[in-house]
């Protein structure tokens, strides 16, 4: 019951999370403001935020609609807010952990069609995160892992750093900052600092790897349904030019990072074993 009630409130939050995420992707093109229509800027209200249905709502004024696909994050954040609730119980841990999963979809929708990690979403997220570990940990049993939180948010940046520094075209600085979000949580899971930086370290090797499988999906996908899917809008394709081959594909590392972190921390406690969130 618990588990579908969590799954429910999921499936609100990612509608509006899709209406949030439209608006901060469009930011740089026009300055919009919550709920207005993308194509021609009038105010169409929140209703476009209802689950599902919502994604379907053509604009009153100039009938533009948005890509029916964007469904898919309305149906996800349901799915993750239930998959949460079912690991974590009805524990004030599962607050701070919904908000994770949250900034990330969003973060991670974003993502995916502008290339971007977009700051606006960021950083809120990262400082509501820090105050809702620090309120929801103590004081009670997750008091200790706050200092793993905080050492594991600037460990995790500066790792990224060094390889945004060497190769900045394939490790965006944007990725650097979202590591920053994703070591504050995966510091939060274990009770000591050695044991969140070994989540880190597993967390960036998942990530690297569900980015190369990314690319390779996402390579398949501009040969079947045309180059312009999930493209780089700063890069547009020439008409009539060639796909790179399927393993120079560029893909936004961003959302196999933040699904390698997510899944580390689903599976901390059989990596590390012992006590923690997980
Ligand atoms: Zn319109």
């Not at 620090?134 to 990224?160: D, K």
Request: aromatic fraction near 8%.
């Amino acid at each position: 019951m618990f588990v579908a009630l969590v799954g429910v409130l999921g499936l609100l939050v990612g509608g509006l999370l899709r209406l949030v995420s439209e608006t901060v992707r469009d930011h740089d093109g026009g300055g919009r403001t919550w709920g207005t229509c993308a194509s021609c800027g009038d105010a169409h209200g929140l209703a476009s935020a209802i689950p599902v249905v919502g994604v379907r709502r053509a604009c009153s004024s100039c009938g533009h609609q948005p890509h029916p696909g964007r469904v898919v994050l309305d149906l996800t954040t349901a799915g993750v807010f239930a998959l949460l609730a079912y690991r974590v119980g009805a524990a004030w841990a599962l607050v701070p952990l919904l908000l994770f999963a949250s900034a990330l979809l969003a973060v991670s929708a974003v993502d995916l069609e502008r290339f971007r990690i977009p700051d606006r979403l960021l950083f809120p997220a990262l400082g509501a995160g820090i105050v809702l570990l620090a309120v929801f940990s103590g004081p009670g049993e997750w008091t200790g892992h706050l200092v793993p939180a905080v050492v594991g948010m600037l460990a995790y940046g500066v790792l990224l750093f060094i390889p945004n520094l060497i190769a900045p075209a394939m490790l965006g600085f944007g990725d650097v900052k979202l590591a920053l979000l994703l070591g504050l949580f995966l510091g939060w899971m274990r009770p000591t600092v050695a044991e969140g930086l070994v989540l880190i370290i597993w967390s960036l090797v998942a990530g690297m790897l569900f980015g190369v499988l990314s690319g390779i999906v996402v390579g398949i996908g501009r040969r079947v349904f045309g180059p312009t899917f999930l493209a780089d809008p700063d890069f547009p394709v020439a008409p009539g030019e060639d796909p790179p081959p399927i393993h120079r594909t560029a893909v936004p590392m961003g959302p196999g990072l933040a699904l390698g972190a997510f899944t580390v921390m689903l599976f901390s406690g059989s990596i590390l074993g012992g006590s923690g969130v997980f």
